[in-house]
T-cell receptor, first 112, second 111 residues
C-alpha cells in the first residue's frame, strides 16, 4: 500500500522560472494538504484541497502561488516567477475524512 | 487562533536516559492532538493521535499523554535511533479545521 508520493524530490529553478510540485495521495484518501517548511522552522499550512475543490487557501500567498487537485491525476502546487525566498521544503499530506494526515517525503526547492 | 508551543527546543540525552517532551496548546475545542517524528530530509511520520484528557498511547519506547492544556511525549530508555525532531499538532472541533503545528523538539540521543 503505497504512501503519499511527491515528485520531484529536489527541484532547482532560476529566479523568474516556474516550479511545479506534484503530490499523489495515499490510496483511499481524498483530502490533500500542502505545507511549507523552512530550516529550523515549523510546518506552515498553505492550502487544503479535495477533488476539484479548494477548501482552504488561507495560508497561501495571494500572488504567484496556486494549487489544484483535478478529478484525475495528482495534486499540483504551482509557483510562478520564483524568487529566492521561495526556497524551502514543500510537503504534501493526505487524509481520509476527519482522520490523521500522512505526509510525503517532500520536495526541496532551491531558487538560484 | 490555535497555538502550539513545544519545549525544550532541543534536548540531548545519553542512551538509556529517560525524559519527556512538552507540548502546550491553546485551542477553542480539541478534536485531536497529534505527535509526529521527523528525520532530517524526510517528511513527518505519524506517531499518535490523542482525543481527550487522560488518554494515553504507547509505541515501543514512546508514550504520549494528554491533559486539557498540554501533552507529554515520554521517552523511556532512548536509543540513538530515537534521535529526530518530534512535532506536536492540534486540530480544533467544528467541521473542517486546519491542523496547527509546533516548531518541534530536536532530540539527540548519544551512545
Amino acid at each position: 500500500n503505497a504512501g503519499v508520493m511527491q515528485n520531484p524530490r529536489h527541484l532547482v529553478r532560476r529566479r523568474g522560472q516556474e516550479a511545479r510540485l506534484r503530490c499523489s495521495p495515499m490510496k483511499g484518501h481524498s483530502h490533500v494538504y500542502w505545507y511549507r517548511q523552512l530550516p529550523e522552522e515549523g510546518l506552515k499550512f498553505m492550502v487544503y484541497l479535495q477533488k476539484e475543490n479548494i477548501i482552504d487557501e488561507s495560508g497561501m500567498p495571494k500572488e504567484r502561488f496556486s494549487a489544484e487537485f483535478p478529478k484525475e491525476g495528482p495534486s499540483i502546487l504551482r509557483i510562478q516567477q520564483v524568487v529566492r525566498g521561495d526556497s524551502a521544503a514543500y510537503f504534501c499530506a493526505s487524509s481520509g475524512q476527519l482522520s490523521e494526515q500522512f505526509f510525503g517525503p517532500g520536495t526541496r526547492l532551491t531558487v538560484l | 487562533e490555535d497555538q502550539v508551543t513545544q519545549s525544550p527546543e532541543a534536548l540531548r540525552l545519553q542512551e538509556g536516559e529517560s525524559s519527556s517532551l512538552n507540548c502546550s496548546y491553546t485551542v477553542s475545542g480539541l478534536r485531536g492532538l497529534f505527535w509526529y517524528r521527523q528525520d532530517p530530509g524526510k517528511g513527518p511520520e505519524f506517531l499518535f493521535t490523542l482525543y481527550s484528557a487522560g488518554e494515553e498511547k504507547e509505541k515501543e519506547r514512546l508514550k504520549a499523554t494528554l491533559t486539557k492544556k498540554e501533552s507529554f511525549l515520554h521517552i523511556t530508555a532512548p536509543k540513538p535511533e530515537d534521535s529526530a525532531t518530534y512535532l506536536c499538532a492540534v486540530q480544533a472541533t467544528g467541521g473542517y479545521q486546519k491542523v496547527t503545528f509546533g516548531i518541534g523538539t530536536k532530540l539527540q540521543v548519544i551512545p
